[in-house]
């Protein structure tokens, strides 16, 4: 052990990004007696919003909802860049002195629960140099998001390897690509793909969207302008809550008319994008997915940006199978050739559980695949463990403050009945299993059985939305009949973490 530091924290946080930050102020607020720290396996704070670096990147959720609840979002423009999200994370951190808690580079592999002990030992990597540190704390907030950060999905393409040009995934882009007066392809449909086909028209020679099947594609504006209007009149946290609320309440609108009245929604999307495009676009073809509005994420297209590029046809969309990459572009499967200097795989994201590390419980491998979700946040049978995830209908940061709001409770009731320790038990024969994400995107079936399970009924089910879950959540008795509690002899702490 002589090579590894020892340090001891109530709470640790895995993650530097928008959720571990959050969680870190949460604690530092409604837990104010924790001892908290982050462990941050990259270099830098801002997880998502720092790694991502393709051409206007930017967020498909409004900042009302995707900032957080006790920090009011006072840009104009409410559908920000990533650049401005990073500062928005970065101020918070500051702000709330959260910065002093990170330790960076220290990517999480392991993490160990003693029973005897109530206390896990977590083993980190240096990211760089390789050294192994250890950190002891008495709960574990898993903040590590729902993606690897190291490398992006991209499926085998055939032929790929004779393409002369430039082949590029959103998730590596380089520093100091040149794509002015360039061809452009850029295959996928989804949120990163529509991100990047208006922002690389502005300069490339021409952009080809290439997908296999559409997304549902929606314009709005990016400034909020009851937002912007309330400003003149109200202090700016009131116009911040007013804002959030109203947007929380138009986004579960659409979600629950898209589940109930697809056909309408359908209709309302198309109509509106035949108004946008002109007579000239096949919007059955490019613009109608096979599946019912929600049954994967929306594509927010903010003040039309990629409906203007494909009007003023410096955008093309084609909807096509790959036959093969070719030295001098993509051959479909229909014989057309598409020709291209630059190709960019927005072929979406290699999701991964609880960061990829591996947990054991009294010297017991657990499968997190096989544990249920309690309340979205914890997993029958492994202690003193939450995991922050957001919603997939919704912004990520609305449920993010819902769990983090639940992990401060939970924590000063134990600390009030003198507990140490707290475990999801599911003992009620009548709940059904049932997958834990209800999208049917790809990237999401691809991986779902890395991913814990989720029951039929309350507190294991996730209703993905926002007004029960606050009530389950936030106002729910802690004592449901669903968590076990134990009182053991507080350890003695091992050394005291350090801060900087």
Not at 104 to 117: I, P
Not at 486 to 495: F, M, S, Y
């Amino acid at each position: 052990m002589s090579n590894h530091s020892l340090n001891y924290v109530d709470v640790l946080i895995v993650g530097a990004g928008l959720s571990g930050i959050g969680a870190a102020c949460h604690l530092q607020t409604e837990c104010p007696n924790k001892s908290v720290a982050i462990l941050e396996g990259r270099a830098t704070m801002g997880g998502t919003w720092d790694l991502f670096r393709y051409p206007g990147i930017r967020s498909d959720s409004d900042m009302y909802t995707l900032g957080y609840k006790f920090k009011p979002w006072k840009q104009a423009k409410s559908i920000a860049d990533g650049p401005a999200i990073l500062k928005y994370i970065r101020e918070t951190a500051v702000q709330y002195g959260i910065e002093r808690k990170i330790r960076f580079n220290q990517k999480v592999v392991k993490a160990s629960w003693s029973s005897e002990t109530a206390q896990w030992t977590v083993e980190s990597r240096h990211s760089e140099t390789g050294e192994a540190s250890i950190t002891v704390c008495n709960f574990l907030m898993m903040c590590s998001g729902y993606y690897r950060y190291d490398a992006g999905y991209t499926p085998d393409f055939p032929g790929v390897e004779q393409f002369q040009g430039t082949i590029i995934h959103p998730q590596k882009w380089p520093e100091n690509l040149d794509y002015a007066g360039k061809r452009v392809v850029v295959i996928g449909s989804g949120a990163t793909a529509v991100t990047l086909v208006p922002a690389m028209a502005e300069t490339a020679g021409h952009v080809t969207m290439l997908q296999r099947s559409p997304t549902y594609m929606v314009s709005l504006p990016s400034s909020d302008a009851t937002a912007n209007a309330l400003r003149r009149i109200f202090p700016e946290s009131i116009v911040y809550t007013l804002t959030r609320l109203k947007n929380t309440l138009f986004g579960m609108l659409i979600y629950q008319l898209s589940q109930r009245r697809p056909e309408t929604v359908k209709r309302f999307i198309k109509d509106k994008l035949r108004k946008e495009l002109g007579p000239d676009f096949d919007v059955d073809r490019h613009f109608t997915p096979p599946y019912n509005p929600w049954d994967q994420r929306m594509c927010l297209v903010p003040d039309g940006d990629m409906l203007i590029a494909l009007r003023e046809k410096r955008a093309s969309i084609v909807t096509d199978h790959i036959d093969t990459f070719t030295p001098t572009g993509i051959k479909l499967k229909s014989g057309v050739h598409l020709d291209a200097d630059i190709i960019v795989t927005a072929t979406g994201l290699s999701l991964l559980a609880l960061g990829g590390i591996s947990l054991t419980v009294d010297g017991q491998a657990t499968e997190i695949n096989k544990s249920v979700a309690y309340k979205g946040a914890m997993l029958t049978g492994i202690p003193n463990i939450a995991f922050v995830f957001g919603y997939t209908n919704a912004s990520w940061t609305l449920k993010a403050d819902l769990i983090c709001t639940f992990v401060c409770r939970l924590l000063n009731y134990m600390d009030k009945h003198g507990y140490r320790q707290v475990t999801p038990r599911l003992n009620d024969p009548e709940v059904e299993d049932l997958p834990l994400l209800n999208l049917t995107s790809n990237y999401i079936l691809r991986a779902m059985d890395q991913f814990p399970r989720q029951g039929s009924k309350l507190p294991w089910r996730l209703y993905q939305n926002y007004f029960l879950d606050t009530m389950m959540i936030r106002f729910g008795s802690i004592q449901d009949g669903a968590l076990e509690f134990r009182k053991e002899e507080l350890p003695a702490k091992v050394g005291e973490v350090a801060t900087a």
